[in-house]
């Protein structure tokens, strides 16, 4: 062995050649993570350090191994960044449905799913990215799907009203986590020297996202229980 690398010697048309071998303890450091121990290290890393430090190289020095070993389970770092979006909605609190009208299923379901964002540091960015890609993080639609049919609403009215509200949850939830980014860095500076309020902090007042999906839910009761064939329709009525 020389280097760490254990070398053969085959004898081949009369000729020795001696060629190195990977020991055999790297296969097994990599056969040692599984795909869930890669899952959480990348959910470690982003909750501590933020979506910018989670490389592929200090994900595999985390796990002690190389970051082609990543690829035995992923098989690029988008592959992965959906995983680890599937696993932050998996993390959602599971709604109680017992005696609950639609209505207040799907605040509760949003309520839930922006909670889930919000406890992993660019948890955020992290499921936006996923989500325009369409890679993943199909918890999100599916669950406010199923709370929004509970009130009778056909297929497309349901899901567009879901897609509607993932956009409001996933972009509130982004840009409260780039405002607490920011304030902890300093970045804001809070000037009053305007006369005018800073429109950016509405979103950040208390019940702003309360009242953000009430308005989605009252204008989803306004729509009624189809999408209109000519949407000018919904405004005269």
Same mark, same amino acid.
């Given at each position: 062995?020389?280097?760490?690398v254990h070398?053969?010697t085959v004898?081949?048309?009369g000729?020795h050649?001696?060629?190195?071998?990977? &020991?055999?303890?790297?296969?097994?450091?990599?056969?040692r993570?599984? &795909?869930?121990d890669?899952?959480?290290a990348?959910?470690?890393?982003l909750?501590? $350090?933020?979506l910018?430090d989670l490389?592929? &190289?200090?994900?595999a020095?985390?796990?002690?191994?190389?970051p082609s070993?990543?690829?035995w #389970?992923?098989p690029? +770092? $988008?592959?992965?960044l959906?995983?680890?979006?599937?696993?932050i909605?998996?993390?959602a609190r599971?709604?109680?449905?017992t005696?609950?009208s639609?209505?207040q299923r799907?605040?509760?379901?949003?309520?839930? %799913? &922006?909670d889930?964002?919000?406890?992993f +540091?660019?948890g955020a960015?992290?499921?936006?990215?996923t989500l325009?890609?369409? %890679?993943g993080?199909?918890?999100l639609?599916?669950r406010?799907?199923?709370?929004?049919?509970?009130?009778g609403?056909?297929?497309?009215?349901?899901e567009l009203?879901?897609?509607?509200?993932v956009?409001f949850?996933v972009? #509130?939830?982004?840009h409260? $986590?780039?405002?607490?980014?920011?304030?902890?860095?300093?970045?804001v500076a809070?000037? #009053?020297?305007?006369d005018?309020?800073?429109?950016?902090?509405?979103?950040d007042r208390?019940g702003a996202?309360?009242f953000?999906?009430?308005?989605?839910?009252?204008?989803?009761?306004?729509?009624g229980? #189809?999408?209109?064939a000519d949407?000018a329709s919904a405004?005269?009525?």
């Open positions: 062995m020389e280097n760490g070398l053969n004898l081949l048309n000729v050649y001696t060629c190195g071998m990977p &020991r055999p303890e790297s296969t097994a450091a990599y056969a993570n599984s &795909r869930d890669v899952i959480e990348a959910l470690g890393i909750d501590q $350090q933020g910018p490389t592929m &190289r200090h994900l020095a985390t796990l002690g191994i190389q070993g990543l690829y #389970h992923f690029n +770092k $988008q592959a992965l959906a995983a680890v979006s599937d696993r909605i998996a993390g599971s709604v109680d449905t005696g609950r639609w209505q799907v605040q509760a379901e949003a309520t839930a %799913l &922006r889930a964002l919000l406890a +540091k660019d960015e992290v499921v936006s990215s325009a890609l369409g %890679l993080a199909e918890g639609h599916r406010l799907t199923g709370a929004i049919d509970a009130g609403f056909d297929e497309e009215t349901s009203a879901a897609a509607t509200m956009h949850i972009g #509130h939830a982004f409260e $986590q780039q405002r607490i980014q920011a304030d902890s860095l300093g970045a809070h000037a #009053h020297t305007l005018r309020e800073d429109p950016a902090e509405a979103t208390p996202f309360d953000g999906i009430t308005l989605l839910i009252a204008g989803l009761e306004r729509q229980t #189809h999408v209109p949407p405004g005269s009525q």
